[in-house]
């Protein structure tokens, strides 16, 4: 089945700096990526919509200028935290549909990035 | 995409079948009812998803009521592995939104 991959799948940083986080998709072209945090014991928060060659979609809370996503290929989407600091602990998850059936399929996901700020 | 209310927690026995409930009153006619679970620090696992007829896969079955009002998620054998935290989900398109979920506890 279509596979969705996330590098790295953790990370520790200082206070103040950028991480990036890169979601692929394996198998298919996903002109359409979602990006979720996860806080410990919380249910997974949709934080943006990326959208190949254009620019994601925010949901209402989310700084876009603290959560950078570029969506340059079919295949691969970024999620840069910026100025990171010790609440943007979490765990951020990606997903991607093929694109087929990009409103009844299944909705892929990938294994997570852990990332913990010093 | 509409609400969904699941218990918070449920145990099963090792072996034996697993029924998770999940109810969506809310439900418009072009919505469907998506599973999946998520073993810890995990990234979610697709299970099955369904419109208005009963399905099956390999993992599971999923029974929605007539009216599309509730749904139940079986596992008919379910192992210490099936351990997770599973989500019913109604979705009309794009971006799945997660509810709590329930936690599922398989126990030897």
């Known amino acids: 089945g279509a596979v969705v991959s996330q590098h790295p799948s953790r990370v520790i940083c200082k206070s103040g700096t950028s991480v990036k986080i890169e979601c692929r998709s394996l198998?298919?072209?996903?002109?359409?990526m979602f990006w979720y945090r996860q806080f410990p014991k919380q249910s997974l928060m949709l934080m943006a919509t990326?959208?190949?060659?254009?620019?994601?979609?925010?949901e209402q809370g989310v700084e876009k200028d603290k959560f950078l996503i570029n969506h340059a290929s079919l295949t691969l989407s970024t999620l840069t935290v910026t100025s990171a600091h010790p609440e943007d602990s979490s765990f951020y998850i990606c997903?991607?549909?093929?694109?087929?059936?990009?409103?009844?399929?299944?909705?892929?996901f990938g294994e997570g990035s852990r990332l913990t700020v010093l | 995409d509409a609400k969904t209310t699941q218990p918070t927690s449920m145990d099963c026995a090792e072996g034996r079948a697993a029924n998770l409930p999940c109810n969506h009153s809310t439900i418009s006619g072009n919505e469907y009812v998506y599973w999946y679970r998520q073993i810890h620090s995990q990234g979610p696992q697709y299970i099955i998803h369904g419109l208005k007829n009963n399905e099956t896969n390999e993992m599971a079955s999923l029974i929605i009521t007539e009216d599309r009002k509730s749904s139940t998620l079986i596992l008919p054998h379910a192992t210490l592995r099936d351990t997770a935290v599973y989500y019913c989900i109604v979705r009309a398109g794009g971006q799945l939104t997660f509810g709590s979920g329930t936690q599922l506890t398989v126990l030897p």
């Open positions: 997903s991607a549909t093929p694109p087929t059936d990009p409103n009844t399929g299944e909705l892929f």
């Open positions: 198998d298919f072209q996903a002109t359409t």
């Open positions: 990326s959208n190949e060659g254009s620019k994601a979609t925010y």
